[in-house]
């Protein structure tokens, strides 16, 4: 069967997301990939563009360590909670 064009609702400049397919993306990362793959380029802040408030994003950073940001005034690393906003 050959491919055809598909209407998606984020093609074109006024293309849009479904926030709702958005946010059910992060739970299956969240209880299935993120096993093995990491969102080391992915922001707190940038879940606000899944449609996340303030206190939601803050919600699903609590018990998330983050291993870079963590410094003594020695300079070593330590593993601090993640922060929202960050
Ligand atoms: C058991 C570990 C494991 C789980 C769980 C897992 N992955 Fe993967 N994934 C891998 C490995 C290992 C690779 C690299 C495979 C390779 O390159 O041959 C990979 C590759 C990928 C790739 C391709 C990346 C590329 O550069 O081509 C995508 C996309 C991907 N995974 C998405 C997902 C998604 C989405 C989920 C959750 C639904 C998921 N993975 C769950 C281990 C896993």
Redesign the pocket.
Known sequence: MPLRAQKWSFSGPFGNWDKAQLQRGLK??RE??S???GLKFVAFRNLADLGFSEGQIKTISVGIQDPWTGRTTKGEMFERDGRFPA
């Open positions: 299956v990362y299935v990939c096993v093995c793959h």
